[in-house]
């Protein structure tokens, strides 16, 4: 290890954490040197031999780190991103951010007083296809987006520690756990919507299925299912469909062609991002490869060489999503649209 090296510190070794850690084992320029967990069969499994501490605090009181990541189960986000911060360290913390907007603006704002480098893991932002997307829409080589439909269909996990995604008081079903990837994806390629209206079904993890519909003020629309009311044999996927003025883009994972681009008068053409070879995600859960979390860990260690604040995704966006998920909770509860308006950073 020389000086410029990033020494990590992960905070919570689970099926997400071991994620992360493999990143962090292929990124050059950077090294796990800790890792806490209360259970130590999970440390064992991060690569590299890092020190092994019980505690966020006992890591931070016991190792050198220029940067904490994040990965614990949702209710100890806040404590470990805020303990982290004010210990003046460089915080990645995966997402949701928080199960409510008022612990999501505490975080947000504790980043802004440390003044490190603080973001919140949304890895949809930077996964290969999604990443793309924005790039194509955004360049307005077709014209302007008309509509926008996304899914995320998968098995209720049963490879995380104590169950806890089963229980909805700390997870917050699949609105936290799932569905707010496209929630946040929606929100990053369309902007905020000014109302959403939303459906759930409610299973033994809380809401187990969502169904949103956004409305924008250009007038074009969005519509997002996630869900985890599917059975174990039932292959996780994702995907979307993009309609612009003069083109569609249709992505969905599995597929021989996974994504294409339609135009007036063309034959369909496959588009592919650039691949990103780092390895595999043999971590037992619905991901493959390590290709968007790896995409997005070189990001915010690119960030924290350069002394500079996340663009892509920020503190207050993460807060923005957990705020918008609140909208959408409770029209699923009233079965009324919601409007929706964003707040300006505080």
């Known amino acids: 290890m020389n000086d410029s090296t990033l020494r990590v510190g992960l905070v919570g070794s689970g099926f997400m954490g071991r994620l992360h850690a493999n990143c962090w084992e292929a990124l050059p320029g950077a090294k796990l040197v800790a890792v806490a967990d209360p259970t130590p069969e999970s440390r064992d499994k991060c690569p590299g031999k890092p020190a092994q501490f019980t505690h966020w605090q006992d890591l931070l009181a016991g190792a050198d780190v220029d ?6 189960p949702t209710p100890w986000h806040g404590e470990a991103a805020m303990g982290a911060l004010a210990a003046g360290k460089n915080v990645l913390c995966e997402k949701p ?11 947000a704002r504790a980043g802004k007083a440390a003044g490190t ?8 932002r930077f996964w290969p296809e999604y990443a793309l997307l924005k790039e194509i829409v955004t360049s307005g080589k077709y014209g302007a987006l008309k509509s926008f439909t996304c899914l995320r269909r998968m098995a209720v996990p049963m ?3 104590d ?3 089963h229980d909805e008081k700390r997870a917050g079903g699949i609105p936290f756990e799932g569905h707010i990837h496209d929630v946040d994806y929606v929100r990053y390629l369309m902007g905020d919507p000014t109302t959403v209206y939303a459906v759930g079904v409610r299973d033994h993890t809380g809401i187990g299925q969502m169904w949103t519909s956004y409305t924008f003020a250009n007038n ?5 299912e996630g869900s985890w009311g599917y059975e174990p044999t039932y292959p996780f996927q994702h995907g979307f469909v993009a309609v612009m003025e003069g083109g569609v883009v249709d992505y969905g994972l599995g597929r021989e062609k996974p994504m294409l681009l339609y135009t007036p008068d063309a034959d369909p053409e496959e588009i592919k991002p650039e691949p990103v070879s780092v390895g595999t995600a043999d971590e037992g859960g ?4 390590l290709g968007g979390y790896y995409k997005e860990i070189e990001y915010y260690a690119g960030c924290v060489r350069a002394g500079k604040q996340p663009t892509i995704t920020t503190p207050w966006d993460a807060r923005e999503t957990v705020r918008l998920l609140e909208a ?17 950073e505080a």
């Open 286 to 289: 619905n991901i493959s490869d």
């Open 67 to 72: 940067i904490v990541d994040v990965c614990t």
């Open 328 to 344: 959408q909770i409770q029209s699923a509860k009233t079965g009324q649209f919601v409007p929706f308006a964003p707040e300006a």
């Open 220 to 224: 074009s629309r969005a519509v997002a």
């Open 159 to 161: 490879y995380n520690w």
């Open 97 to 107: 951010m928080a199960l409510n907007t008022a612990e999501a603006t505490a975080m």
């Open 117 to 124: 480098c603080f973001m919140v893991a949304h890895v949809i």
């Open 163 to 165: 169950m806890w995604t």
